[in-house]
């Protein structure tokens, strides 16, 4: 990901009007990540939703997209359980959708206020439905399901991962009529919100270059925080919970054979930060990045999940086309998950820590060294 080419988002709700009040409520939430030069799909996530209370379903019935009130209750996923993965997918990106602006990012932060939690903000808004009032004349209606007919895109499913997919099929047809190489007029269209959300840029380690600092300072340095992407990464040893948290939440460690490309670059990162360590005269040992008891180099991967960041995990399918997980039970379903031969791609923070030593005169030394703790894993078939 790089901040300087903001990616877009194109989302759908499916939603039922409440029989109390006449409010909507979300049935289903569906989006996909598109790639802002070749607009082409990047990352999915779909999702049926759980209404609160029975009551809300007011009178849905089953449809014939295969969409029953049966499927909805037995899935048992509430908004709630979703939240931070929408959250994740939509702020900070550019929102496209048909009829975005009066309906789907209405109930969407609608949803997020009545959980009690912000909801995301958009870099910027592209609603296809205004698109499509610039090169649509005569007495056609502007709805997804004529839109799509009318340029031959398809069928809309009510659906909303479909009509999501669909929407791209709209939306590059859109910048194909505006002649648009790299959509980058659309790009610049309802700049409505002053949003400093950024995606940083994960180099590979051929590219990751050693950080200079700002300072020789201890403050500089636990302020270390580099991003790095590493492909096709081999799990040595899964996750097997042994230390846990001050609040009682268990560290999700895991191991990964180390390629010699990355070996290489965090060994010298490793060798520059402990001798600025050195200078600080603390009474901690430095623990080296690549563990090489065994035959080949490995290096350990932290997963992060609390209440304010948690590590993104995707499932890569037969298709190419890489799907978003939401887990119920997040570190039971990880450990099935992240087992000895599974192959996966790695965006990760090459981290600084420092464990002072314990006041207890009779405990070890304290610790010192740089980590790898995972933004994001993409999991191979």
């Known amino acids: 990901m790089d ?3 903001p990616e877009i988002v194109i989302f759908d709700v499916e939603a039922v009007r409440e029989t109390i009040g006449g409010t909507k409520a979300i049935l289903e939430f569906g989006a996909i990540i598109v790639c802002p030069q070749m607009l082409v799909e990047k990352e ?14 007011g009178g849905f019935h089953k449809r014939k997209n295969g969409l029953t009130r049966e499927a909805i209750i037995r899935a048992n996923i509430s908004f709630a359980d979703i939240a931070r993965t929408v959250y994740d997918f939509l702020n900070g990106r550019i929102w496209v959708g048909h009829n975005i602006i009066e309906h789907d990012r209405v109930l969407v932060e609608q949803a997020f206020h009545k959980i009690g939690q912000l909801p995301p903000k958009p870099l910027r808004v592209i609603d296809t439905l205004d698109l ?4 649509i004349w005569g007495p056609v209606n502007r709805q997804m399901e004529t839109v799509a007919e009318y340029f031959d895109l398809g ?6 991962l479909d009509d999501v997919r669909l929407n791209l099929r709209l939306f590059v047809h859109c910048a194909a009529v505006f002649s648009l190489t790299e959509s980058s007029s659309l790009l610049g269209a309802h700049d409505n919100t002053n949003n400093n959300n950024s995606f940083p840029r994960f180099p590979d380690p051929m590219e ?30 899964g996750i097997d919970i ?9 560290k999700l460690i895991f191991m990964v054979d180390s390629p010699d490309n990355l070996s290489t670059k965090l060994d010298e990162f490793d060798w520059m930060l402990q001798g600025l360590f050195s200078t600080f005269r603390i009474d901690s040992g430095w623990r080296k990045v690549v563990d090489r008891k065994w035959k080949s180099p490995a290096v350990r991967l932290r ?10 995990v995707c499932k890569r399918e037969d298709s190419g086309k890489t799907r978003r997980l939401v887990f119920k039970d997040y570190e039971g379903e990880l450990q099935t998950l992240l087992t000895k031969g599974t192959r996966l791609d790695a965006y990760l923070f090459v981290e600084t820590y420092h464990y002072p030593r314990s006041a207890d005169p009779t405990q070890e030394k304290g610790s010192a060294g740089i980590r790898l703790v995972a933004h994001k894993l993409i999991i191979h078939p």
């Open 208 to 237: 990751f270059s050693i950080p200079t600092l700002r300072d020789e300072s201890y403050g500089s340095f636990v302020k270390v925080r580099e991003p790095i992407f590493c492909a096709s990464l081999n799990v040595r040893f």
């Open 242 to 250: 042994k230390f846990w948290h001050e609040d009682r939440s268990p």
């Open 44 to 57: 999915y996530f779909s999702s049926l939703v759980r209404p609160q209370h029975d009551w809300e379903f």
């Open 3 to 5: 901040s300087s080419q």
């Open 303 to 312: 997963i992060t999940n609390t209440a304010d960041e948690q590590t993104i």
């Open 132 to 135: 499509c009032q610039g090169f």
């Open 155 to 160: 069928e809309q499913t009510h659906r909303a």
